[in-house]
């Protein structure tokens, strides 16, 4: 028999069991035992579940490693329901991006994926119960699907930006270990305190990290391979976010001006940062 019950609640007890489950179903009530364990969960009518359609559009099969591209750009979306365009990420032409128009991410796609906006949340979810799938995209919703599993979310409408004419053209670059710039950021972030920025200056052979809050300055040097001689300011807490996004031990930072955002460039892997006013 079919039957409706709060997903949340269901999967949350049935998180913290620990030995085998049954499910029994009883008048207007799903019953989960296990062990000297029972929950009773009041069900709801079948028939107010909205009907399942059989899917439209020609099914893609996503390897683990482009589900993966997909992840590695969700960070870049906005949280901000009132910008719904900006909490999903576009698929068109053979990238996927994600921006909430202060940092960017995204990736290079095989082709055949067609042109969507993608829910970033919807993606997160997926992520954390497969690595591959079929997708399959129709004019309202998405489904992606496996032998046993299948998830359906409806697409964000709406024009995304076009983002590939926010690329800009360094005129200066920092060379600098990857794992060592994340840790650095790290400890300055001490005192970011979610609004002060991160003051960048490039010093020939190192680039100095900076945060004065009224509690005190932290800084630190990271040794970098730096044309850069000025001072820039970002939010620590998005260029914590890019590195640990890249998969490269040494990481190209392209500095245009001040006003211009930062940008990254691996293999088919792009990130920008927009610069934040400093004193």
Known sequence: PATV????LLATYVDGLAGPITLTIEDASLIIRSGNDELR?????????????TEDGDPVDLSAEVLAAFGRITFAASRDESR?????????????????????????????????????RAITA??????????????????????DTTWTTRLIAGEYPNWQNLKPTPTHNVVVDRTSLLHAVERVAVLSDGNRPLRLSGEGDVIRLRIQSDDGVVECTVPADCDFEGHLGVNPAYLKELLEALTIDCVTLGIT?????IIVETDGFLTLLMPVRIS
Not at 126 to 147: E, G, M, P, S
């Open 84 to 120: 719904p365009i900006l909490t999903g990420i576009s698929v068109r032409d053979g990238w996927a991006a994600a921006t909430d128009s202060y940092r960017l991410a995204a990736h290079q796609l095989p082709d055949g994926l067609g042109t969507a906006i993608l829910p970033a």
């Open 126 to 147: 997926i992520l954390k119960q497969t690595k591959t799938c079929r997708l399959t995209v129709d004019d309202i919703r998405a489904t992606f699907a496996t032998d």
């Open 41 to 53: 969960l009041r069900t709801y009518p079948t028939e107010d579940w909205p009907a399942t359609r």
């Open 5 to 8: 019950a709060p997903g949340k």
């Open 257 to 261: 001006d001040t006003n211009k955002p």
